[in-house]
């Protein structure tokens, strides 16, 4: 099959080279460093899916039309993708992997005859070198319906879950949200500057993780949304988050995370887009918590620190101890 990757990087990059090694025709977008090293050594795959290089094709934008694309850059830069792919996605399936509440939703103008998908990952993938992406820690994507039919997004599954774990919800909604929560964890990295295992090791940080992701539950139920998108927020973990005192909680969480997560650093996308020197997505993350909590009346003092913390960092270059990145998210 010929597909389409839009955006070469952490997550596009891991499944541009798993495609390619199952012997699909796959084309891939990038930019600057990235496109000339692909070009000129390939896309280098390392880590939990094995070390392998993709010779793929790659330009700024998509020459032919694919039969499937995966649109996988920063929420900030998908409209903008789109828009530029639009001639060859028309009619084309595209999954739309992306954090969030937007996804495929931001999409529709730009692509109004292509079948969306949503698509939240699990995979820990790493981007810091151009032309090298390495993976922390396998996981589990899952995929929901946008604008696409259930066949459609069946046959996503069926190409995607041949070289990776892959799992399909109905609820667009619950999925994007329950990442949400689970992507409260990539501030620790983006404020202090280490690996999230590391940053974990701070007790007043991770508690505060804990009460961002207790904002976020809690604005969620507000909203009317069921937390059940992603297998990592198990109903036991929502209900640890949301009930117990924020220490437990908070330990509960560190234990789960360093279980999955093993001894490979984990720098988070939020902290690889500050290493290399391009916007982050907390506003679109955090930030999307403290807009929703605003209009639901619902507070959400935690992620809005969270939210003027990282653009501090990102602006400043000047990480944070984990122990005062936790006291001040505590306020």
């Given amino acids: 099959m010929r597909i389409g990757i839009i955006g070469a990087g952490a997550l596009g990059g891991t499944f541009a080279a798993l495609l390619d090694r199952a012997g699909h025709e796959v084309v891939v977008t990038a930019r600057g460093e990235q496109l000339d090293a692909i070009?000129?050594?390939?896309?280098?795959?390392?880590?939990?899916?094995?070390?392998?290089?993709?010779?793929?094709?790659?330009?700024?934008?998509?020459?032919?039309?694919?039969?499937l694309a995966l649109l996988a850059v920063k929420a900030q830069d998908a409209p903008a993708a789109a828009a530029q792919n639009a001639s060859?996605?028309?009619?084309?399936?595209?999954?739309v992997v992306q954090n969030g509440l937007r996804g495929p939703q931001s999409l529709a103008r730009a692509l109004p005859t292509?079948?969306?998908?949503?698509?939240?990952?699990?995979?820990?993938?790493?981007?810091?070198?151009?032309?090298?992406?390495?993976?922390?820690?396998?996981?589990?994507?899952?995929?929901?319906?946008?604008?696409?039919?259930?066949l459609d997004l069946g046959r996503a599954a069926a190409v995607l879950g041949a070289v990776a774990e892959v799992r399909t919800a109905r609820d667009l909604a619950?999925?994007?949200?329950?990442?949400?929560?689970?992507?409260?964890?990539?501030?620790?990295?983006?404020?202090?500057?280490?690996?999230?295992q590391e940053a974990l090791g701070s007790g007043p940080l991770t508690v505060a993780l804990a009460a961002a992701m207790r904002e976020t539950i809690r604005v969620a139920?507000?909203?009317?949304?069921?937390?059940?998108?992603?297998?990592?927020?198990?109903?036991?973990?929502?209900?640890?988050?949301?009930?117990?005192?924020?220490?437990?909680?908070?330990?509960?969480?560190?234990?789960?995370?360093?279980?999955?997560?093993?001894?490979v650093p984990n720098p988070g996308s939020t902290l690889q887009s500050i290493r290399r020197g391009r916007p982050t997505e907390i506003d679109?993350?955090?930030?999307?918590?403290?807009?929703?909590?605003?209009?639901?009346?619902?507070?959400?003092?935690?992620?809005?620190?969270?939210?003027?913390l990282v653009h501090r960092t990102s602006s400043s270059g000047t990480f944070l101890p984990p122990d005062e990145a936790g006291r001040l998210l505590l306020g």
């Fill in 284 to 308: 679109h993350l955090s930030g999307a918590v403290v807009e929703a909590g605003a209009r639901l009346r619902v507070p959400t003092p935690v992620n809005g620190r969270l939210v003027d």
């Fill in 39 to 67: 070009r000129a050594r390939g896309l280098r795959l390392e880590g939990a899916y094995g070390d392998t290089v993709a010779h793929v094709a790659a330009g700024p934008a998509l020459a032919d039309a694919p039969e």
């Fill in 221 to 263: 139920r507000a909203d009317g949304v069921r937390l059940e998108g992603l297998p990592a927020l198990s109903p036991a973990l929502i209900r640890t988050l949301d009930l117990l005192p924020l220490p437990l909680a908070g330990r509960v969480l560190r234990r789960g995370v360093l279980q999955r997560m093993g001894a």
């Fill in 88 to 95: 060859v996605l028309a009619g084309v399936p595209v999954v």
């Fill in 174 to 196: 619950g999925l994007q949200w329950s990442k949400l929560v689970v992507n409260q964890l990539n501030a620790a990295p983006a404020i202090t500057g280490l690996g999230l």
């Fill in 114 to 150: 292509s079948p969306l998908i949503g698509a939240s990952s699990m995979i820990a993938a790493s981007f810091l070198t151009p032309g090298v992406v390495t993976v922390t820690a396998a996981g589990v994507t899952v995929l929901a319906p946008g604008s696409a039919t259930l």
